[in-house]
């Protein structure tokens, strides 16, 4: 099966910029995930999507950033504006059976 | 909330050498547990899963770990490892019963030396 798709790979951007990432999970996956990993730690889970309802987002930046599910298949998650800190590669995974995750292969966002 | 330790952050092993990776993990509550794989330049994997039953879990790729709830850990091992094993390792963990995200620990950077 195909696995979770994100884009762009890989983006650079100024500060107080703003930015998009989009993820199409593995099909039939009613639960998506956006984490955010900085260099040399773990993921860090930002929101959490049930179909198309927020299920968990006590970890998401509200100021800055923002996330929505439409039609409970693709999603996209912003940063408006973006601040240095937010430099770290954001993760999209999707899940089927509430247990296991499976990970695409990322965004990398640099903000200089 | 919970958290998760990885006690090394950088191992460097011999090719055939044993490895044993260290997790502690800090939760109240029956948790799930999680070890997941990062090849260079890969997406993450999983390598293996503990929910209940067993305490010992085999995962692929020839590992292991071992759940021993007295002490809130999940380590991973192998018992020969192969240069193709270099890779990031992480822990995870998240409240049993349910879908909700993981929390995971800041990984071990395995290298492995021909």
Do not use: M
């Amino acid at each position: 099966e195909a696995g979770v798709a994100q884009s762009p790979r890989y983006k650079i951007i100024e500060k107080r910029q703003s930015v998009a990432f989009w993820c199409n999970p593995i099909s039939g996956h009613a639960t998506l995930y956006w984490y955010q990993q900085i260099l040399g730690q773990g993921p860090k889970l930002l929101i959490q999507f049930q179909n198309n309802g927020v299920v968990d987002d006590s970890q998401l930046p509200k100021d800055r950033f923002s996330a929505e599910r439409l039609k409970g298949v693709d999603s996209t998650l912003k940063i408006q504006p973006a601040k240095l800190e937010d430099s770290a590669v954001y993760l999209c995974a999707s899940s089927h059976d509430l247990y296991e995750q499976y990970f695409g292969p990322g965004t990398r966002l640099t903000v200089t | 909330a919970q958290s998760v330790s990885q006690h090394n952050h950088h191992v460097i092993l011999s090719e055939a050498a044993s490895l044993e990776l260290g997790c502690n993990y800090s939760y109240g509550g029956t948790v799930n547990l999680f070890w997941y794989v990062q090849y260079p330049g890969q997406h993450l994997q999983l390598l293996l899963k503990y929910f209940s039953g067993d305490p010992l879990v085999k995962g692929i790729k020839g590992f292991e770990a071992e759940f021993i709830k007295s002490k809130f850990s999940f380590n991973l091992r192998k018992p020969s490892v192969q240069w193709s094993d270099t890779a990031e390792y992480f822990c995870a963990v998240n409240p049993g019963g349910g879908a909700d995200g993981l929390t995971f620990g800041k990984g071990t950077h395995l290298i492995i030396q021909p």
